[in-house]
């Protein structure tokens, strides 16, 4: 069980979510943490699918049993992007002071700064610190409807 007891909210298993009940706590950082999400997830030049391979791999490492539970990372080895955006995501999660500029020069064989710029946002703003939210308030796995309902939001993206 959470840490804090979550609010009640209406609307559908993505919206009413234990991360977003708990969020809903103080409902203006929810809002305002529910438009960074959909900003960075969802648009810019970096698909949504490769920023979710990004936010499962980095899951375990922050240790969120909520985040974990909404999908397992699975490597694609045939996506070299996908492949070099969630190793340097694990970088970030372990320790972002030990990132070199070489690190960097290898992403911008892959990627441009403006997606670089994008790929350290999300990693940043959205995946790491829901993560590291979720596993600080102690937020149990998603129960199965809430787990189908979020496949369903990032799978049709």
Do not use: W
């Amino acid at each position: 069980m959470s840490r804090i007891t979550p609010a009640a909210l209406e609307g559908n298993a993505v919206q009413t979510s234990l991360l977003a009940r708990v969020l809903g706590r103080r409902p203006e950082i929810l809002t305002a943490f529910g438009r960074l999400d959909a900003a960075t997830r969802f648009h810019g030049e970096l698909s949504p699918a490769l920023k979710e391979a990004v936010r499962r791999a980095t899951a375990g490492e922050v240790g969120c049993e909520y985040c974990q539970s909404l999908g397992e990372y699975r490597p694609n080895p045939d996506d070299a992007r996908e492949s070099l955006a969630v190793a340097f995501a694990r970088l970030i999660a372990d320790d972002p002071t030990q990132i070199s500029d070489a690190q960097f020069d290898v992403l911008r064989e892959e990627f441009s700064e403006e997606e670089i710029v994008e790929l350290v946002a999300f990693v940043c703003f959205v995946a790491i610190a829901g993560q590291l939210f979720g596993a600080t308030m102690a937020l149990g796995p998603a129960d199965p409807e809430e787990a189908a309902a979020y496949q369903a939001v990032v799978g049709s993206r």
